[in-house]
């Protein structure tokens, strides 16, 4: 079950906008679960979600002071640990918390104990099933309207930054668009006018990929430049395939799996994007691709995503478990990743603060 910041949920019958996600990992089992803050619809109080597939287990919770305890017994523990953020929320990559989580006696209602570096944190609230947890629309224009007196004073700052950048700089100049910038290459490719969405791929468990056209782009190696200054070089992985002539270039997130290459017809350049969760579980023909890119597009998934996601999506099967092909060779080194490297450190050097967001949780 995967959300994105700007989706509004129905949840037992009333609505939130998704403000910001968390996906973390417990050092202690090295499982991942996501937690999106929400702000609802009809009287702006925030409120987490909290997705666990790979337990099954999901709830609703909001930030209190010290809670009284009593009554609730210990039902777990651990070290959770940031592996990707997204929108409005006050975490980085890489932090990290030990936590402590809760249970009354009826075991609906819980309590959690978040210690950070820079404090303690607590939450109430209950479990969830998962039909409880709606999809209704997604709204990403209004995310910034959604939150706290926080939030619109961080429009502010960007609303100023924004004029002084353009009495400063030419309009169109691609600082508008680093802005923006959140990491997400479906969310740029979205936005960005020099790509056109053309299909989607259904997979199983209602996953799926979604096929734009690089309008502005005639080669691979330009749109796939492109997208990594796009995502601020936000990548875990990036490598050109080389070995079968092909010039595909795959490109793999902390939460997405992309590959940029040429149609069979030699005459457009395409990007088929998705979740990771989709490459786990699909295993389909790509939209326009040829033998070889396809044949990439697996190896490349098998060889560097796919060990890490049996154990994030391990409820669910894959046919990368009975894989024959052979591993590809990665050069951490090669073109793309230096160049997606070079992006990500000029990103931080101009960067004013650590990031983070605004609000008053985490």
């Not at 009284?68 to 975490?91: A, F, L, Q």
């Not at 079968?244 to 149609?263: F, G, Q, R, W």
């Amino acid at each position: 079950m995967m959300f994105s910041v700007g989706d509004v949920l129905n949840i037992e019958d009333k609505e939130y906008r998704i403000v910001g996600k968390i996906t973390y990992r417990n050092s202690l089992d090295n499982c991942y679960w996501d937690e999106y803050r929400m702000f609802s619809v009809v009287g702006n109080k925030e409120a987490w979600l909290s997705i666990d597939d790979t337990y099954n287990e999901y709830s609703i919770s909001w930030m209190c002071l010290m809670p009284n305890k009593s009554g609730y017994h210990e039902v777990d523990r651990g070290c959770e640990i940031v592996m990707s953020r997204m929108g409005n929320v006050d975490v980085d990559s890489g932090e990290r918390a030990n936590f402590i989580e809760y249970e009354d006696a009826s075991e609906e209602n819980i309590i959690s104990e978040e210690i950070w570096s820079d404090g303690t944190e607590y939450s109430y609230g209950h479990y969830l099933d998962a039909s409880d947890i709606l999809f209704e629309r997604s709204e990403p224009n209004k995310v910034s309207g959604s939150a706290n007196s926080g939030v619109v004073k961080a429009v502010v700052v960007f609303s100023i930054v924004i004029m002084a950048a353009a009495i400063l700089l030419p309009l169109g100049t691609t600082v508008f668009g680093a802005l923006f910038q959140n990491g997400s290459v479906q969310k740029y490719l979205e936005g960005s006018s020099k790509y056109a969405y053309k299909t989607s791929i259904t997979g199983e468990d209602k996953e799926k990929a979604d096929v734009y056209e690089a309008k502005s782009f005639y080669t691979v190696d330009a749109a796939a430049k492109d997208i990594l200054k796009g995502i601020n070089g936000k990548t875990k992985n990036v490598q050109e395939n080389t070995e079968d002539s092909d010039n595909s270039v795959a490109i793999l997130t902390d939460e997405e799996y992309c590959i940029v290459y040429m149609s069979d017809d030699s005459e457009t350049v395409l990007v088929q994007v998705s979740g990771r969760k989709y490459a786990y579980t699909t295993d389909k023909e790509m939209y326009h691709g040829t033998s070889r890119t396809r044949r990439y597009y697996r190896r490349f998934y098998r060889t560097l995503g796919y060990s890490s996601d049996s154990s994030r999506y391990r409820s669910y099967s894959s046919p990368y478990s009975s894989f024959s092909d052979t591993n590809i060779s990665y050069n951490s080194s090669n073109t793309y990743n230096s160049y997606s490297s070079s992006i990500r450190q000029s990103s931080t050097r101009t960067r004013k603060s650590s990031g983070g967001g605004i609000s008053s949780g985490k």
